[in-house]
T-cell receptor
Framework: DTAVSQTPKYLVTQMGNDKSIKCEQN?????MYWYKQDSKKFLKIMFS???????INETVPNRFSPKSPDKAHLNLHINSLELGDSAVYFC????????????FGPGTRLLVL | GENVEQHPSTLSVQEGDSAVIKCTYS??????FPWYKQELGKRPQLIID?????GEKKDQRIAVTLNKTAKHFSLHITETQPEDSAVYFC????????????FGTGTRLTIIP
């Protein structure tokens, strides 16, 4: 009955590798987001999608490519991982773009060695 | 774009006392101000929010006040309990549907038993 879920929960990988994080919401929401939380706990938006359409792209390196196969899923693929990509990545969703309340997933802790 | 500043970055209060966290925002068009609580290792969760047509909102021991003229809003927690220990984030969002939620830098609140 989890509202917003992410996999994997933990990801440890070497520099230069490519990895993906998956997010699914079963709330029937139209809008989904990816946030990055760094070691200082700063929460910054990376992308938002509304009904599979990219709405916000926050000056994120193009090594990061989100993909929304349907409105219940928003995946994040990262190419050529760098040390600075180490962070916790949170997926979130909201009813639609006008509804402000966002529900966060449990997070994916990424460590790049 | 919007800039949200949050103070203090850390706050310790004795159990039973009150805690106040303050945020300022830069964009006068912002009209939605949520507060999120993030416990250690967990996801951010919405605890209370306020819209710009309201000056104050209360939910049991938690209240939020908004001063639109001064562009600042505050979170008040009364009768603090150990389970209130967490990182608290304020955020601000503009009026248009595709505007992002901009988070403050977080306040680590510790309740001393």
């Amino acid at each position: 009955d989890t509202a917003v879920s992410q996999t994997p929960k933990y990801l440890v990988t070497q520099m230069g590798n490519d990895k993906s994080i998956k997010c699914e919401q079963n709330l029937g929401h139209d809008t989904m987001y990816w946030y990055k939380q760094d070691s200082k706990k700063f929460l910054k938006i990376m992308f938002s999608y509304n009904n599979k359409e990219l709405i916000i792209n926050e000056t994120v390196p193009n090594r990061f490519s989100p993909k929304s196969p349907d409105k219940a899923h928003l995946n994040l693929h990262i190419n050529s991982l760098e040390l600075g990509d180490s962070a916790v990545y949170f997926c979130a969703s909201s009813q639609d773009m006008a509804q402000e309340t966002q529900y966060f997933g449990p997070g994916t802790r990424l460590l790049v060695l | 774009g919007e800039n949200v500043e949050q103070h203090p970055s850390t706050l310790s209060v004795q159990e039973g006392d009150s805690a106040v966290i303050k945020c300022t925002y830069s964009d006068s068009a912002s009209n939605y101000f949520p507060w999120y609580k993030q416990e250690l290792g967990k996801r951010p969760q919405l605890i209370i929010d306020i819209r710009s047509n309201v000056g104050e909102k209360k939910d049991q021991r938690i209240a939020v006040t908004l001063n639109k003229t001064a562009k600042h809003f505050s979170l008040h927690i009364t009768e603090t309990q150990p389970e209130d220990s967490a990182v608290y984030f304020c955020a601000a969002k503009g009026n248009f549907g595709n505007e992002k939620l901009t988070f403050g830098t977080g306040t680590r609140l510790t309740i001393i038993p």
